[in-house]
């Protein structure tokens, strides 16, 4: 049986970043799960950085879902310097979602 922390080194433990943004990595994989920021209509805001160890190589984009109805989505790009930034189509929307990608 493995000890509680060999499974979280396995399983990876969800590291807050923000206040809303969390993130994580499990092997080769990051994830970065964002549960309710709000931003304003097509102004692209910072939502945290990424801690070495867990920056993508490359820009990643990512679809966000958003709360304002059912064509309220926005567009999330984490950055190889680690920035998590996103824009949202419409006033008091809120970015939603979990995204993962590979590093290396």
Not at 25 to 33: A, Q, T, Y
Not at 53 to 64: E, H
Not at 73 to 98: C, K, M, Q, Y
């Amino acid at each position: 049986m493995k000890s509680p922390a060999e499974y979280e080194e396995k399983q990876g433990t969800w590291k807050t970043l923000e206040a809303n943004v969390s993130y994580r990595k499990v092997g080769n994989i990051v994830f970065i799960n964002i549960s309710g920021v709000t931003a304003s209509s097509g102004t692209a805001v910072t939502l945290g950085t990424l801690p070495e160890g867990y920056r993508p190589v490359a820009i990643m984009r990512f679809v966000s879902w958003g709360t304002t109805g059912a064509n309220s989505h926005g567009v999330v790009f984490v950055r190889p310097n680690g920035e998590i930034a996103g824009i949202l189509p419409s006033d008091g929307n809120t970015f939603l979602g979990t995204f993962s990608f590979p590093l290396g």
